[in-house]
């Protein structure tokens, strides 16, 4: 396709950059449309939910320099997005460059007539096997419908299960000494019902501090938990090397990095077991890319943040299939899923998820459709995160 493009005298510049922001199911997707002089179209998503505006005027300021640039350039445009400017980096603009990045993957991988896999050193795997999320509280007090729930994706094949914690009876209210009592109580009755064979992650979501978390992981029988998610925010590496010296559960840390320069103290100084990057906010495949060959040389496997839309989904997948070092993606279409993220009225094509693993698309780019006149048409919702206290009225991580 590529030389047909080429012979028949139309180039593949960059002619425009558009956003569009929408709420699909549950939540807003803000995603990026980048179009070639040629008429192939490239998608990307952006991962910094609930501050879209911001990621929305930083592709504005990209969108100067980088209209009429070749988007086979991809190393090099994210360098230029990186480094022209005084202040680089952060969330936002790493965000906006993440979009971007994907877009250009799926532009380059349409043009050469193949699946961006191969344009990361092809597919490492036939499928990418996937973790279940329960969506019930692990509390004392609702372990028959956690306890259904895990069963029943045990029963459908399902063999590594996370689930999140107990407090949030009130919805503005998180109390971690409250919750982590409970939480270690009801996790240790769910092990006592699955078996030792079931792999049980937890998802704490950074609301606790370096002692809650000591405190968590030492009322939990050896073998209870086989990996826990985000414990506390990752901006002290310092904090983790602490928290790592007093526990022995595999930890699972990274969807907050925003850039190969954040992972990096917790790649080389092992103080993470899964790398969880989100390839919508480290930078795109090309950061990530790099922070996974980087982990593969410490035994750290990628076990990717895909909290988004089927945009987001497709560049995991790709990502998951091209790395040696994988151990299992994230998934919000498991058969208790009621976001309604993949809206297939709004993305007619998506790679599919069949039982516990995606089957991996070999369509050319990234295998995402999609339908704009949809998604446009759903308009994007006022969003903000709870604003979570204690219950001395002080103000914590959402
Ligand atoms: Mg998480």
Redesign the pocket.
Known sequence: MLWFILSGGMTLKIQTIDTLLGCVGQRNQLLVKVVTECGIVGWGESGLSNREHAVIGAIEHFKSFLIGSDPRRIGRIWQEMYRSHYFEGGRVLTAAMSALDIALHDIVGKALDVPVYQLLGGKQRDLVPCFACAYTEADPDKMEDLVKEVTALIDLGWTTVRVIPSGFDDPEVFEPRDSIVRTARALEALRKVIGPDITLGI?Y?HRLSVAETASFCQRLESGTLDFL??PIRNQSPDAYAALRGLTSVPFAIG?EFCSKWTALPYVERGLTQYL?VDVCNIGGLTEAMKVLGWAEAHYIDLMP?N?LGPVCTAATIHLSAAAPNFSLMETHQGPFSKFGWHDPAIFPKQHPLQGSHYVISDAPGLGVEVNEEAFRSSLPIVAEAPHLRRNDGSHTNW
């Open positions: 998802d979501h998610e985000e969807e969880r943040h909290p």
